[in-house]
Every structure is written in structure tokens, then in C-alpha cells.
């Protein structure tokens, strides 16, 4: 299983990025996929996930009116897009799946088994 996350960087806040994970090695139909942040001095912490069988989304209140998950199949990529940004949105951001997790919002409250390497995202104020 391979989760390569690309896309972060500086932005002011009020801005928006997109991030991308790309998977590989397994068959991106079947388990839940996930975005998840860790800021300085805080917990990592989930800010969407998707379940690959039905698109089923679950992103917690404070992101879900400014973040969207979405799936692009043909290129088997995750995709965080991330608007109005706001400086406590600065963290580094993972993508990671849990093979034997089909629930977007089992993934989102628990803690995955594969990782991917983490993107930067800084928002300034």
C-alpha cells in the first residue's frame, strides 16, 4: 500500500488549495480513505473521509462547509479540496486508509493502519 500526498503550501487565509493523494497497491473500491491534519501542539485529527464502494463522505462541523472530498477514479487519486482557509487550518495533512474499513466515518473516528508521508499546509493570516 502506497499513499503519496501532494498538493499543500502557503496560502492567506481565505484561500483555497487542493490536495491530492495518490494510492497504490490496492483496489481503491473497497476501503474508506481519509484526510487527516496534525497541527503544531495538537492531536492528529480527521478532517474527511470517503468510502470508495458507495462515495459516501463524512467531514466533522468544522470543516464541512469549506472542505470536500472527492474520488477521481481513472487515476485512482483522493482528492482534499480545501476553501476559505483560515490560519488553524496550518498543519500537516495525511492521506490514510485502513484496509479492512469500508465506513467513511469508522475511519474518521478511529486510527488508520496505512499512512501516507504528509503534505505542509500553511495558512497565513
Known amino acids: 500500500v502506497q499513499l503519496q500526498a501532494s498538493g499543500g503550501g502557503l496560502v492567506q487565509a481565505g484561500g483555497s488549495l487542493t490536495l491530492s493523494c495518490a494510492a497504490s497497491?490496492?483496489?481503491?473500491?473497497?476501503?474508506?480513505i481519509g484526510w487527516f491534519r496534525e497541527a503544531p501542539g495538537k492531536e492528529r485529527e480527521a478532517v474527511a473521509c470517503?468510502?470508495?464502494?458507495?462515495?459516501?463522505?463524512y467531514l466533522p462541523d468544522f470543516v464541512k462547509y469549506r472542505f470536500a472530498i472527492s474520488r477521481d477514479k481513472n487515476q485512482n487519486t483522493i482528492n482534499l479540496q480545501m476553501n476559505n482557509l483560515r490560519p488553524e487550518d496550518t498543519g500537516v495533512y495525511y492521506c490514510?486508509?485502513?484496509?479492512?474499513?469500508?465506513?467513511?466515518?469508522?475511519?474518521?473516528?478511529?486510527?488508520?493502519?496505512?499512512w501516507g508521508m504528509g503534505t505542509l499546509v500553511t495558512v497565513s493570516s
Open positions: 490514510a486508509t485502513d484496509l479492512g474499513q469500508a465506513s467513511s466515518y469508522a475511519l474518521c473516528h478511529s486510527r488508520p493502519t496505512e
Open positions: 497497491g490496492f483496489t481503491l473500491n473497497r476501503p474508506a
Open positions: 470517503l468510502s470508495t464502494n458507495n462515495d459516501i463522505t
